[in-house]
Nanobody, 124 residues
Framework: QVQLVESGGGLVQAGGSLRLSCAASGRTFSKYAVGWFRQDPGKERKFVSAISWNGGLTYYADSVKGRFTISRDNAKNTVYLQMNSLKPEDTAVYYC?????????????????WGQGTQVTVSS
């Protein structure tokens, strides 16, 4: 069993930066691919970024490519999402997810564990 806790969200002006953290419990976390998704109220949860178990592969949605960077520190059981040049349209609740059982890293149904989410609000 893995428990995920996101942190680092908040209110920032457009053009600013935030770093989200996804801290995990469980010794097997280092074996899992991890993804970040975001969700606006009333809308479906959308893929943002993902990272392979060893950090060797990373993936990004087109909307965040070049602005967001995903990384992980398996010694700390933590995955990070560095978000730069934030835009108002980045406003959402951000969720991390772990243990994707296929190559469909951008699909919510692939993941077995989810955090509770952290709110990111970007003002114009």
């Amino acid at each position: 069993q893995v428990q995920l806790v996101e942190s680092g969200g908040g209110l920032v002006q457009a053009g600013g930066s935030l770093r989200l953290s996804c801290a995990a419990s469980g010794r097997t976390f280092s074996k899992y691919a991890v993804g970040w998704f975001r969700q606006d109220p009333g809308k479906e949860r959308k893929f943002v970024s993902a990272i392979s178990w060893n950090g060797g592969l990373t993936y990004y949605a087109d909307s965040v490519k070049g602005r967001f960077t995903i990384s992980r520190d398996n010694a700390k059981n933590t995955v990070y999402l560095q978000m730069n040049s934030l835009k108002p349209e980045d406003t959402a609740v951000y969720y991390c997810a772990a243990d994707c059982s296929s190559a469909r890293y951008n699909y919510t149904g692939c993941y077995n564990y989810w955090g509770q989410g952290t709110q990111v609000t970007v003002s114009s």
